[in-house]
């Protein structure tokens, strides 16, 4: 929320602004409606009241992370001049913004060398991803198009290869949400696969894909690897990850492309995802032919290396002024703020594997908790963790459900009966920092919830 300060620092800031241009004539500014701007911003607040409180450690449910007042206050700014990131005539300043950031983002994963730009979110930069590798992916046994990611997988890949007219194939995963490897190859020997998409952090578990092994099948099976890290990229920075996690991370550098969207982990608004390729020859395959966009200048123009064309400049100078403020460092403040979440993850999830209430599924990699509460069947659990989630709820306790495979709970259920394939389970995204601090709170609605959803049901507590 903007309280007075940071008004006090955007007004001084857009002074600062203004002086770059003090030479201009002035001029009279017509403002359609001005006289009732007051009223529509009174109205509107009233309306965006109508949300949970993302920006509450009590909202502990979706991946929605607010925005570091940085970013808030320059995207603000730069809107003043709502540049235009698509041509250097549209966005000159932002593009040079946005460059630097992005080079910064390639280099927390070890690329000094590289392509990628900014874009709208997630979904557009896998969309380029998987475009470049229909473009590119050739596997060692032909020319292999077939692209092969998780069924953890975002459901992203699915849409966006219907749209690109390529096949896309779900391949299984194990127990704790990562992709099969037994599975994974016995569908390579098959050929006609370009590319593997592996998962850094699914969105549903937080999930990470088995990259070295991956990475050792390329070398047998001649195939594209592709990091859709939306959601875990920035945790290639963090000191507390598993072993396996950790080894994951430490091999991204070796893939052809990644994706990240800095409006997850990274403290930015909506939308601004990132999409980065290993080989800088991969720009000569966006095309154009505008007559007027590219002629300005004989540097790179971003919308010459991106499929979107007109692209917010707020966006990159929003990112940019808070990589300025929390360099991408490993043991660095913003690093820190990450390790935070996933301590609040596993202090979570430690308080849910010892309670009598709950099961968890699996140790988090990241920083999302499952976990569903004891019942004799998992149809039964499944309608009390949508009980709960509304009694939590009323509690001012924002959790998420999930429709999770029920094996996941094979190894913890005990003697609960897995009568059904899938299950409606508990999911908690602890990515705020301030989430450690709010454990025992969150801890403390949750048991109050689920005794209230007992006490109602008739079980015992």
Known sequence: MFDNDDVELLRQASAKLCEGFAALPGFDVAVPGAERMADVLSLTAERLQNNYPYFHPLYAGQMLKPPHPVARLADALAMQINPNNHALDGGR???????????????????????????????????????????????????????????????????????????????????CGRMGLNALEERLARGDVGTVVATMG???????????????????????????????????LAGNLGDAARAAFALIAEVDSIVVDP???????????????????????????????????????????????????AAAA???????????????????????GREAALE??????????????????LDIVVFMPRAATASEASVHSRRIFAAAA??????????LPARFWEATAGAMRLDRETMTCLRSVLMKPEHLDWIARIWERLE???????DGAGKPR
């Open 93 to 175: 300043a932002t593009s040079a913004m946005e460059k630097e950031a992005v080079a910064e983002i390639a280099a927390m994963f070890g690329w000094r060398e590289f392509v990628g730009h900014l874009c709208s979110g997630g979904t557009m930069a896998n969309l380029e991803a998987l475009w470049v590798a229909g473009q590119r992916g050739a596997g060692a046994r032909g020319a292999g198009k077939t692209i092969l990611a998780s069924e953890q997988a975002h459901y992203t890949h699915k849409r966006i290869s219907a749209v690109l007219q390529l096949s896309c194939e779900s391949v299984a995963v194990d127990a």
């Open 202 to 236: 699914t969105t549903a578990t937080g999930s990470v894909d088995p990259l070295p092994e991956i990475l050792r099948l390329r070398e047998k099976y001649g195939f594209r690897v592709h990091a859709d890290a939306a959601y875990g990229g920035y945790f290639a």
């Open 263 to 313: 409006h997850k982990h990274g403290l930015q608004p909506y939308g601004c995802g990132c999409v980065l390729f290993r080989d800088p020859a991969v720009g000569q395959l966006y095309k154009h032919d505008s007559p007027y966009t590219y002629f300005s200048s004989a540097e790179l123009h971003l919308g010459e290396i991106s499929l979107e064309c007109s692209r917010a400049g």
């Open 318 to 340: 929003a990112l940019w002024a808070t990589q300025r403020l929390l360099p991408l460092a490993k043991d660095g403040e913003f690093a820190r703020g990450l390790e935070r």
């Open 348 to 365: 979570l999830y430690r308080r849910v594997s010892h309670s009598e209430k709950f099961v968890a599924a699996f140790a988090p990699e």
């Open 394 to 403: 009323e509690r001012g306790l924002h959790l998420a459900i999930a429709e």
């Open 448 to 454: 109050a919830a689920t005794d209230a959803v007992a």
